[in-house]
């Protein structure tokens, strides 16, 4: 038997449904159809009157959200893509982000965002927008990578007492498969080091794993070994684990598929540069996605996007300098 | 007779309602033999009203069509060329590879390239309004192009609110095609109909059967005739059924067969062709005819897309602002 990684959320879904009878979902056509993505196929069936149709209204979804789990519900909110999710902004990252902070009520709620690009997916339906919702003080970011994370991970932030922003990748979705679920997992975050390497350190999450995973093995055909860090969640950044591999590598590329200014990328840089400096034998890189909106093209788009010939590159340019 | 429906008129209405409908099946063609990618959405059963749209608007018009709006799109200037180029990623179309499918414009034309965030387009119609009542230009209008489930969002409530006040000549034309993707209008909003939301608003409203060419060409006339002549925004409601899934990956297993049934169901090219012929005189022949030019045409643009080829990403200016000096990691 294997499991894919839409499967995992799917079946993440139908553990918590059942554990926990504060769970529910709530979002466009995720009832008897199943969601957009079929992440939620057959749950309404199995869980009569805890798997929503909503309205197109993305800032009431969200709002309705808060308002239930300050009466102790633990609502699953899925979006259709990430990208409709800046309607929703304002519940998001004042509601959901200060609540606690003002109140010392806790917002257990949990947002599930189908991220990232696909081909042909277009401006509108390709966005990663972890760094926007990580910039805000007040919610957990969580970008897994893997099957077993999908599944673990989603379990854990319906199960925390906090706002979680949870983008999964739909580029994942179908591709990325497991031999089974995960009995055991590294907590919330927790980064971890998915390959070992004595060269460089690629720190990176989400899809871009798997690109760097490629890189990593290419080039380990030319003898230069690159550790790679999976971060798991973007927000708490596991500075500790980072910094740990850098002691180890000497050398730092940070990959991420969002765009370049600020970011997650900028922030890992930033704090290795401030709490490493010294274990460094080249400056610091990264690689991201072009400064511009995502095209449509899928000739252009995997120009766009960072992808293992790029980032072999850019390591490239790591252990020159 | 009323002018919008002499004869020359509606036969062009509806040679676009073909082009439109001929041209979704070769996109669903293409869409399944791997030519187009990401994916294909149709306008099926929604031409009529699409169609009134596009034939009631001028050259100084704004025009902010939705994903089933080809037969508006065709009727208010845009070439079946510039459609297929776009939905097959040429460099040459006005999306040039950047976007794609229902997502393009020509904003300087006053045809508005849609983004997928439903209701966003609104205001931003309001806001050409706005500015060509600044420039002191006359007897303009705009129309914006919604469905059903866009109703639910806070842009539609903002920008209607905001025309309403600005008392804007906005024509925003709701699609009530029974269905937001898979979810039913019971499950969208509560009121009998959608016309009624236009009190709360203080607009006019207008509610027609979206399966009539005729009526549809009759009401958006009207509409548009008194939005131009300073009364206000007007809400056209219009009903019918998608004929088609939300895309072409869907087969639609959700829609009732009572709805197929019901008259909501029925298929406007059909009755378009029913009353040119009994209405109108146009023979059998002349429809086919018309049939065969439009697949010819179709056929041409395909195979010119086709040599047009796709973007070159290595020599593509990858600028996301004019001021190409203020751009950063090109
Ligand atoms: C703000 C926003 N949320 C969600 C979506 C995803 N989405 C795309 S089309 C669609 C259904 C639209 O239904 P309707 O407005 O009735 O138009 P129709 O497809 O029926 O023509 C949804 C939910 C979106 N495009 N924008
Ligand atoms: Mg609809």
Redesign the pocket.
């Known amino acids: 038997m294997s499991v894919t990684y839409l499967e995992a959320i799917r079946e993440a879904q139908a553990y918590l449904l059942e554990h926990d009878s504060r769970v529910y979902i709530y979002g466009?056509d995720v009832g008897a159809f199943g969601g957009a993505f079929k992440a939620t196929k057959h749950l309404a069936n199995r869980f009569p009157g805890r798997v929503i149709d909503a309205p197109?209204s993305?800032d009431a979804m969200i709002g309705s959200a808060v308002g239930a789990a300050i009466e102790g519900m633990r609502p699953i909110i899925e979006i259709?893509?990430a990208d409709?999710s800046t309607?929703g902004l304002n519940q998001v990252v004042n509601q959901a982000a200060t609540l606690f902070w003002r109140t010392e009520t806790p917002c257990p709620i949990t947002l599930r965002l189908p991220s990232g690009g696909t081909s042909g997916g277009g401006p509108f339906h390709s966005q990663c927008l972890e760094s926007i919702y990580a910039h805000f003080p007040g919610l957990v970011v969580c970008t897994p990578a893997t099957v077993e994370d999908a599944y673990s991970m989603l379990i854990e932030s319906v199960t925390l007492d906090d706002p979680v922003i949870f983008c999964e990748h739909k580029y994942l979705y179908y591709h990325l498969k497991a031999e089974s679920l995960p009995k055991d997992a590294l907590p919330l975050g927790k980064a971890r080091i998915a390959r070992a390497g004595r060269d460089c350190t690629v720190v990176t999450y989400s899809a871009m794993l798997h690109e760097c995973l490629e890189a990593a093995e290419e080039m380990s055909a030319e003898g230069i070994e690159l550790e790679v860090v999976d971060l798991r969640t973007v927000k708490p950044l596991d500075t500790d684990t980072i910094i740990a591999s850098v002691a180890r590598t000497g050398r730092l590329l940070c990959a991420a598929e969002g765009w370049p200014w600020g970011g997650v990328n900028a922030e890992v840089i930033s704090r290795v540069v401030a709490e490493g400096f010294n274990l460094l034998d080249a400056p610091p890189q990264r690689i991201n996605a072009k400064d511009t909106p995502i095209p449509y093209h899928p000739k252009l788009w995997s120009v766009h996007r960072p992808a293992a010939a790029s980032i072999m590159a850019a390591v490239r340019n790591v252990l020159r300098s | 007779m009323n002018p919008i429906l002499d004869k020359a008129r509606v036969i062009k209405a509806y040679r676009w309602m073909l082009m439109a409908r001929l041209l979704d099946e070769r996109l669903a063609q293409l869409y399944r033999a791997g030519r187009i990618f990401g994916g294909v959405f149709l306008g099926k059963g929604q031409e009529a009203l699409s169609v009134s749209m596009g034939m009631v608007l001028n050259r100084q018009d704004v025009y902010a069509p939705?994903?089933?709006d080809g037969a508006g799109r065709l009727a208010f200037g845009e070439s079946a060329l510039d459609a297929l180029r776009t939905c097959m990623g040429s460099p040459m179309g006005p999306m040039r590879g950047r976007d794609g499918n229902v997502h393009r414009g020509r904003p300087k034309e006053g045809y508005l390239p849609m983004i997928?965030?439903?209701?966003a387009s609104i205001s931003v119609v309001n806001g050409a309004l706005m500015a060509k009542r600044m420039k002191g230009e006359k007897k303009f209008v705009g129309i914006a192009s919604?469905?059903?489930?866009?109703t639910s969002?806070g842009a539609f409530h903002e920008a209607i609110n905001q025309a309403a006040i600005e008392k804007l000549p906005l024509v925003l034309v709701v699609?009530n095609?029974q269905?937001?993707?898979s979810t039913p209008t019971s499950s969208q909003f509560a009121c009998q109909s959608l016309s009624q939301k236009a009190i709360g608003y203080g607009v006019s409203d207008h509610e027609v059967d979206g399966t009539s060419l005729t009526d549809c060409l009759k009401t958006m006339q009207d509409a548009t005739d008194r939005a131009r002549q300073g009364e206000g925004p007007q809400l056209v409601i219009a009903n019918l059924l998608?004929l088609c899934g939300?895309g072409e990956h869907d087969d639609a297993h959700y829609i009732t067969p009572e709805l197929k049934a019901s008259s909501v169901g029925a298929d406007c090219l059909k009755l378009a062709e029913n009353t040119l012929q009994s209405d109108y005189h146009i023979s059998k022949e002349s429809l086919e005819i018309w049939k065969e030019e439009t697949v010819l045409e179709i056929n041409q643009s395909i195979e010119q897309v086709q040599r047009e080829g796709a973007p070159d990403p290595y020599h593509h200016s990858w600028k996301s602002l004019i001021s190409r000096e203020l751009c950063e990691h090109s």
């Open positions: 466009q197109i993305e259709q893509f409709f309607v | 939705l994903i089933r997928s965030h439903l209701g919604i469905g059903d489930g866009a969002t699609a095609n269905y937001a993707y998608r939300h």
